[in-house]
């Protein structure tokens, strides 16, 4: 394996991470939009302002990291991507702030006009951040984006593969949230909550497994290299993906929570990576390949060197936080 493709193998999991934590982190914001009035929705509301209020910032770590990997180990790449998809990104970027100011404002909002208020932003962010983030998956897939940069600005992101590409992310966001939640109810005590929500993220997990397979028949003639990558080498995980994702349901119905969980973090996790598979060895398809596209040799090192530092001193921090919040006491210190 060359140092390339080592350094490229550790920003992908740092997209991998992202996809899953932050993933599950985004997708509570459709819960919360769907949750009903002040009344009906306040109980939904308490529980996912108490899942997600320990880990909706740390998990930006996963974002920080990709980018700073990129920017630093695949300068041309990167640089093409940025001029060509800038509206996305910027738009992505506007829904992370908005989504943290106004998930912080809402505590604090003076009357319930302006806490509604804050909770329509809350949860609009949290779904247009993850849809403008598969957009741009969607253009560097596709082909969109030209070596040199400088491509269309809009073209490059409006087309059928981004906007599947968007919604396909936005979609197992809301699942993978939606199996968490219930997790987190049920484990609180709080049944009628976990009821209400298995139901709901069953119908949400049917919806985006039908998008998902669904996808496969426009990349045909959008894609056409990614689609020929997941019917091939990828195809494995595509199956696997399909099959992790009724196993999830399955679960769900049975109240066979931790297994749910599991399995639909194999799911998405599936799905992310069957991308990265099927992309292989692209990093902007059909231009610029992950050997042709790295920067110095020295630049490469310095970066793994860092990759192992992190490993070592942030890594350890997350996991303690990501399991803090899954101990009884804090689960139910707020019911």
């Known amino acids: 394996m060359?140092?390339?493709?080592?350094?490229?193998?550790?920003?992908f999991v740092g997209i991998l991470a992202y996809a899953l934590?932050?993933?599950?982190?985004?997708?509570?914001g459709f819960y919360d939009l769907t949750a009903g009035g002040s009344r009906k929705g306040a109980a939904l509301r308490t529980q996912i302002d108490h899942s997600i209020g320990p880990v909706w910032e740390a998990n930006h770590v996963w974002l920080i990291y990709v980018l700073v990997i990129w920017w630093t180990a695949f300068p041309l790449a990167f640089a093409s991507t940025m001029s060509t998809l800038i509206l996305p990104m910027l738009l992505a970027l506007l829904?992370?702030?908005?989504?943290g100011a106004s998930f912080a404002f809402r505590k604090y909002a003076a009357t319930l006009g302006q806490a509604r208020l804050f909770g329509v932003v809350f949860a609009g962010s949290s779904l247009i951040t993850p849809f403008f983030l598969g957009a741009v998956v969607g253009a560097i897939a596709s082909g969109r984006v030209p070596a040199e940069g400088r491509g269309d600005l809009v073209d490059s992101w409006?087309?059928?593969t981004s906007i599947v590409g968007g919604t396909v992310a936005v979609?197992?966001?809301?699942?993978?949230?939606?199996?968490?939640?219930?997790?987190?109810?049920?484990?609180?005590?709080?049944h009628d909550l976990e009821h209400r929500l298995r139901r709901t993220t069953i119908g949400v997990g049917l919806v985006t497994g039908a998008i998902v397979l669904g996808a496969l028949i426009p990349l045909r003639d959008d894609a056409p290299t990614l689609a020929d990558g997941l019917a091939g080498r990828a195809a494995p995980l595509v199956v696997i993906s399909a099959v992790a994702g009724a196993a999830t349901l399955v679960f769900l119905w049975r109240r066979s929570y931790l297994a749910a969980r599991i399995a639909a973090v194999g799911a998405v996790a599936s799905v992310v990576t069957g991308w990265g598979v099927g992309q292989y060895p692209w990093l902007?398809?059909?231009?610029?390949?992950?050997?042709?596209?790295?920067?110095?040799?020295?630049?490469?090192?310095?970066?793994?060197?860092?990759?192992?530092?992190?490993?070592?001193i942030v890594v350890p921090a997350l996991v303690f936080l990501y399991r803090l919040t899954q101990t009884e006491p804090w689960t139910t210190s707020n019911h």
């Open 284 to 312: 902007l398809v059909d231009q610029v390949r992950i050997e042709d596209a790295a920067g110095a040799d020295a630049t490469l090192e310095a970066l793994l060197v860092v990759v192992g530092l992190a490993g070592v």
């Open 171 to 190: 979609g197992t966001c809301a699942f993978l949230a939606g199996v968490f939640l219930v997790a987190d109810s049920a484990r609180a005590g709080a």
């Open 2 to 11: 060359t140092l390339p493709l080592i350094v490229a193998a550790a920003m």
């Open 158 to 160: 409006v087309n059928p």
């Open 95 to 99: 829904g992370i702030v908005l989504r």
């Open 21 to 28: 934590f932050g993933g599950a982190d985004f997708g509570s």
